[in-house]
């Protein structure tokens, strides 16, 4: 180990010759004497000592000092000997094409204005908004139109877009009638349905929650281009009333359901339909927020006290579930169901847990208006349904 460390051979040398030169004092301590030994060093050990030797600095070489300003005193040289000719043409600086392109484009853009004539007003959802009912207010200013600013030649109300100009239904019906041509046969309807109807279909769009859309619109038109016939699946609470979403998909893109099986539709695009001519439709940047409508539950139900109305909800919470409902499920045969039950029971409980609390209450509303009944209760994902009074219910019927 010594010969592998020389450093601290030499340091124990040099403590032993200094340790040889002190006299023999008795009255030395031996604190005084190692307090000697770590501060009395002498210089052989600061000399031999690596950890705290000082290290020599690299001094650079003349050589290559004097080869760099050889070789900058040539380029010098050179540069002084080049001249410019001036009798040669100078070229002259040509503008870049692209930045011109790119600033026209960003003009049309921004001038850019879609004059529709689709005889509609503008909503974000057809066929899940009912424009009979105002809100109460706005999550949003209305003053910003999901369009963007300037894209539409129509105002922003904060619920829709509403059409300018007359409506003139004859020649819109006329011009839907030209566009569809001569009624499809049943060989023909067979064909176009064995070919878009499977699973497997790629010409197929997703109808979920927000229902007949706007966006959807310019989406169906899109696929029409290189297909006769759309695959339209259906899921979630516009599964309610299929009616309803059948009349909308007809009346607001020009096409016919020619078919239709539970949830599965197919909207034909007609035999005279030319993608040249079809209408514009201006596309919805992002999805408004939803307006606050009044309240849908009541404290006391109509024709009811207050301790009748909670004897209700204590009841259809305490009752066995009609039947229990999927998040994004298809629930054709709810309101059928609901009707049988009212035969016999006043009061009925639907399980909708894992739904969300937005999709219940959407359902009570479109079961209000088509069974029809008094939803009087929302809680922890449960929805209680009155049939509401006798007379009511004979005189509506």
């Known amino acids: 180990m010594m010969k592998l460390l020389p450093w601290h051979r030499i340091t124990s040398q040099a403590n032993s010759t200094l340790f040889s030169k002190i006299p023999n004092i008795p009255s030395l301590s031996f604190f005084t004497i190692s307090h000697f030994q770590f501060h009395s060093q002498t210089d052989q050990e600061d000399i031999f000592d690596p950890p705290f030797s000082p290290t020599l600095k690299p001094h650079n070489k003349p050589n290559q000092r004097n080869k760099v300003n050889d070789v900058s005193n040539e380029y010098s040289e050179k540069a002084s000997s080049f001249t410019i000719n001036s009798d040669l043409p100078l070229k002259p600086h040509k503008p870049n094409k692209n930045k011109k392109q ?17 005889p509609f007003d503008f909503r974000y959802s057809y066929s899940e908004t009912n424009p009979a009912v105002k809100p109460i207010g706005f999550r949003e200013p209305p003053r910003f139109s999901p369009f963007g600013p300037g894209r539409v030649d129509r105002k922003w109300t904060g619920t829709s877009a509403p059409c300018l100009q007359p409506v003139d239904l004859e020649k819109v019906a006329e011009d839907r009638w030209r ?13 176009i349905v064995e070919k878009y109807r499977h699973n497997d279909c790629s010409r197929q769009m997703n109808l979920g929650r927000g229902g007949v859309t706007h966006n959807m619109l310019e989406d169906i038109h899109n696929y029409w281009k290189r297909a006769e016939a759309v695959r339209i699946k259906c899921l979630g609470v516009p599964t309610l009333d299929m009616d309803n979403v059948c009349s909308h998909l007809e009346d607001k893109s020009g096409g016919k359901v020619i078919y239709r099986h539970i949830n599965i539709l197919l909207l034909y695009r007609g035999r005279n339909y030319d993608p040249k001519t079809r209408p514009t439709i201006p596309v919805m940047l992002w999805k408004p927020l939803a307006p606050i409508y ?84 929302f809680k922890d994902e449960q929805i209680i349904l009155w049939r509401g009074q006798k007379d009511e219910q004979n005189s509506g019927s």
């Open 179 to 191: 566009v569809l041509g001569e009624p499809l046969s049943e060989e023909e309807i067979g064909e």
């Open 294 to 377: 009044p309240k849908l539950v009541k404290n006391v139900a109509d024709g009811l006290t207050f301790e009748e109305t909670k004897a209700m909800r204590n009841k259809g919470l305490n009752a066995p579930p009609l039947t229990k409902l999927s998040r994004n499920g298809v629930y054709v045969n709810v309101v059928d169901k609901v009707r049988a039950a009212f035969e016999t029971e006043e009061v009925v409980r639907l399980d909708c847990t894992h739904v969300g609390t937005s999709d219940c209450k959407r359902i009570g509303v479109k079961l209000r208006d088509l069974v029809p009944c008094v939803p009087i209760l």
């Open 102 to 118: 790119e600033n026209q484009d960003c003009e049309k853009a921004s001038n850019f204005t879609v004059n529709s004539d689709l």
